[in-house]
T-cell receptor, first 113, second 115 residues
Framework: AQSVTQLGSHVSVSEGALVLLRCNYS??????LFWYVQYPNQGLQLLLK??????LVKGINGFEAEFKKSETSFHLTKPSAHMSDAAEYLC???????????FGTGTRLQVFP | GAGVSQSPSNKVTEKGKDVELRCDPI?????LYWYRQRLGQGLEFLIY????????KSGLPSDRFSAERTGESVSTLTIQRTQQEDSAVYLC?????????????FGPGTRLTVT
């Protein structure tokens, strides 16, 4: 069965610093990979996704992620954190037949001034 | 509205009572999903509807949980004889199937508290 591991339930960075949120998956076939963001009291919003093609994927709000098959990773990065980036970030992999999403446990990002 | 809507936004119920949660998917989306997010845990898949096919109920945690969907529209998730461990945010998502659109669009969720 597929699974997703997000290392670090909480990550804190200073405003302007690099953001790195880690995600590793287990899958016997090439998966579809997603990062969602959940702001307080709001629903999940898709940041970016990898399906096929280019392994470096750019998303909204300056985020990007790179699919590394050899490392079974899909880490999320942003060069310079902004206060508004404070939120819960969820990595997910989809099953090909149903597209149901398997989520990691999430990483809460705090940004300090 | 343009997005997925869910009602109620908050529900407090006593242990042992039945509750019904509603999801209105985006018009034209044939796939509909229910997930649960318990405190400190990731989202768990509950059930998946795709058109007229039999639903995938593999994520339902017990027979107290059931869900229905009328055609390609509204879905209701019913929890019978609620228990405290049922307290969670219940999220609904919908999706266009086919083509290259793989994104599930999520509703704001229903926060269920069982006292």
């Amino acid at each position: 069965a597929q699974s997703v591991t997000q290392l670090g339930s909480h990550v804190s960075v200073s405003e302007g610093a690099l953001v790195l949120l880690r995600c590793n998956y287990s899958s016997s076939v090439p998966p579809y990979l997603f990062w969602y963001v959940q702001y307080p009291n709001q629903g999940l919003q898709l940041l970016l996704k990898y399906t096929t093609g280019a392994t470096l994927v750019k998303g909204i709000n300056g985020f990007e992620a790179e699919f590394k098959k050899s490392e079974t990773s899909f880490h999320l990065t942003k060069p310079s954190a902004h206060m508004s980036d404070a939120a819960e970030y969820l990595c997910a992999v989809s099953e090909l037949n149903t597209d149901k999403l398997i989520f990691g446990t999430g990483t809460r990002l705090q940004v300090f001034p | 509205g343009a997005g997925v809507s869910q009602s109620p936004s908050n529900k407090v119920t006593e242990k042992g009572k039945d509750v019904e949660l509603r999801c209105d998917p985006i018009s034209g989306h044939t796939a509909l999903y229910w997930y649960r997010q318990r405190l400190g845990q990731g989202l768990e898949f509950l059930i998946y509807f795709q058109g007229n096919s039999a639903p995938d109920k593999s994520g339902l945690p017990s027979d107290r949980f059931s869900a229905e969907r009328t055609g390609e529209s509204v879905s209701t998730l019913t929890i019978q004889r609620t228990q405290q461990e049922d307290s969670a945010v219940y999220l609904c998502a919908s999706k266009i199937t086919g083509g290259l659109s793989y994104e599930q669009y999520f509703g704001p969720g229903t926060r269920l508290t069982v006292t």
